[in-house]
């Protein structure tokens, strides 16, 4: 089983920085993506940015310029740096992992149970 363990979310005022921590923890041969969704209040959950192992990221364009996003491998961790937030950031951070559970199955993707981050203006 694969458990992605989020951290770092809290309160922080406009144009302020955060950073939030994810460790994929458990037992698998291999993880290929991991990144980061949020939900805010009244909305749908949205992708926020994406790793691949060889470190190719993706951002959606809303917090493009604003968060970066970094893999450290061998300890199937990712940080999300975010600076210049906004109330719009506020919202619950979600940690997903794709990863391989065992040599007979394909990938999988898992999800943290999310972290808090709240904007003040």
């Known amino acids: 089983q694969v458990q992605p363990v989020e951290s770092g979310g809290g309160l922080v005022q406009a144009g302020g920085s955060l950073k939030l921590t994810c460790v994929a923890s458990g037992t698998f041969y291999d993880l290929n993506v991991m990144g980061w969704h949020r939900q805010a209040p009244g909305k749908q959950r949205e992708l926020v940015a994406t790793i691949t192992s060889d470190g190719t990221t993706h951002y959606a364009d809303s917090v493009k310029g604003r968060f970066i996003l970094s893999w450290n491998g061998p300890k199937n961790t990712v940080y999300l740096q975010m600076s210049s937030l906004s109330s719009d950031d506020t919202a619950v951070y979600y940690c997903?992992?794709?990863?391989?559970?065992?040599?007979?199955?394909?990938?999988?993707?898992?999800w943290g149970q999310g972290t808090q981050v709240t904007v003040s203006s």
């Open positions: 997903n992992a794709n990863a391989l559970p065992d040599r007979a199955s394909g990938y999988v993707s898992y």
